[in-house]
């Protein structure tokens, strides 16, 4: 039996949800938060429109967060710090 505190030989055999799901992760997060931003200009119901544009808001952060460290990575291959500026 392998010891689960040795690092694993393929950095991608942990990933735990499926690639698809995985690569559509940032652009569901950017719908979810314009969606709310949306609903927040429509809803008039006790503390809704302030829930909707705070959770709009952390939606669009966490996606635009997620897509660009994505880009980041892929673009230097996984190596911090070797990026090159076009």
């Given at each position: 039996m392998e010891n689960e505190s040795t690092?694993?030989?393929?950095?991608?055999?942990?990933?735990?949800i499926?690639?698809?799901i995985y690569e559509i992760?940032?652009?569901?997060?950017l719908t979810a938060g314009a969606l709310c931003l949306?609903?927040?200009m429509?809803?008039?119901h006790w503390h809704w429109p302030t829930i909707c544009f705070a959770?709009?808001?952390?939606c669009l952060v966490a996606g635009l967060v997620v897509f660009l460290k994505r880009r980041d990575y892929r673009d230097t291959d996984g190596r911090p710090?070797?990026?090159q500026d076009y």
């Open positions: 690092p694993r030989k393929n950095k991608y055999c942990a990933m735990w499926s690639r698809p992760l940032p652009y569901f997060y949306g609903a927040s429509y809803v008039n959770v709009g808001l952390v710090g070797n990026r």
